[in-house]
């Protein structure tokens, strides 16, 4: 009998809305407004039945297997569904890390996607949904991919929207990351309260882009150039390119990304980042529906 096996994409994401407020709740956690959507970028994860849990990647990703969110992700599903604990799962990877994007908790929501598609299981059950939770407050986001508006600390949904697909995208990363922790220390020693989503809201709700890019907003992208000044060069670089609605940084950075007028816009901006300022960069999408299953 052929062993079952299953290949998925593991989408980055971009905040359109990042709103941290001060203080920390009992957790130690900010509460936050997040607005996630989807990006055509992403990692590759494969899953085929084992008699072991096993993790290997193409890159080296700084921790030990066992650490890693898409092998806990799987350790912790299959304790919660009662399952026998024997994959093995290969994740190439084409998201940066510590850039913002997702990458690690990309990779764990399409490790419950995939075992729980293996097993004919609800992705969406509610005991996925708190193994996702328990991992990480934005891995539940990845479970669907649909713009989505969290808040609590980032891991409570509070609205979906229409899909948004095929915003042309390009993405810069300097050559330095930026720790989250870090990010959110020094934030702390300047917090200030964030703006409201709602204009956000109302252009994911329409489906403007040309909206969407007016209303980006990140009040965490100071704490994070404070670190990392560099990151201010490329947001300011990256906003005067032509072609570019607007930039911001995404998450806790180091990644920059601008929504772009077209897709020949954004291959121009990446190329030109390549090749004149040496930075990491990328031209790409947002998903649409569907998008994850290869």
């Known amino acids: 009998m052929a062993l079952q096996q299953i290949e998925l994409l593991a989408p980055a994401k971009l905040n359109l809305h990042l709103g941290i407020y001060p203080g920390r709740d009992s957790r130690g956690y900010h509460k936050a407004d997040s607005i996630m959507i ?6 590759r994860v494969h899953i085929c039945e084992s008699d072991e849990l096993s993790l290997t990647t193409s890159v080296d990703c700084g921790v030990a297997p066992e650490r890693n969110t898409a092998f806990r992700a799987a350790q912790r599903l299959c304790s919660a569904l009662d399952k026998p604990s024997g994959c093995a799962i290969h994740i190439q990877k084409n998201v940066p890390s510590q850039a913002g ?8 929501a399409s ?66 990351g930026v720790s989250t922790v870090e ?37 965490l992208e100071p704490a994070a150039n404070r ?27 180091s990644c920059i990304f601008a929504i772009c007028e077209s897709d020949e816009a954004a291959c121009v901006v990446a190329k030109n980042a390549e090749n004149s300022k040496k930075w990491w960069s990328c031209a790409t999408r947002t998903v649409g529906e569907g998008f994850q299953f290869c």
């Open 227 to 253: 670190l990392a000044p560099v990151t201010a060069d490329v947001h300011e670089w990256l906003a005067a390119q032509p072609g570019v609605l607007a930039a911001q940084m995404t998450g806790s950075g």
């Open 38 to 43: 989807g990006l055509q970028l992403a990692d």
């Open 101 to 108: 994007m997702g990458g690690a908790s990309s990779d764990a």
């Open 183 to 219: 990010a959110y220390r020094e934030f702390d020693a300047y917090a200030t309260e964030p703006a409201s989503p709602a204009a956000m809201c109302e252009a994911l709700r329409a489906g403007d882009a040309a909206a969407v890019a007016a209303h980006l907003y990140n009040n």
């Open 111 to 176: 490790v419950l996607l995939g075992l729980c598609t293996l097993w004919g299981i609800d992705p969406l059950e509610e005991r996925v949904i708190e193994v996702a939770r328990s991992i990480g407050a934005d891995v539940p986001f990845f479970l669907t991919m649909a713009p989505a508006w969290l808040t609590g600390a980032g891991d409570v949904l509070a609205e979906q929207f229409p899909f948004m697909a095929n915003v042309p995208v390009a993405l810069v990363r300097p050559n330095v």
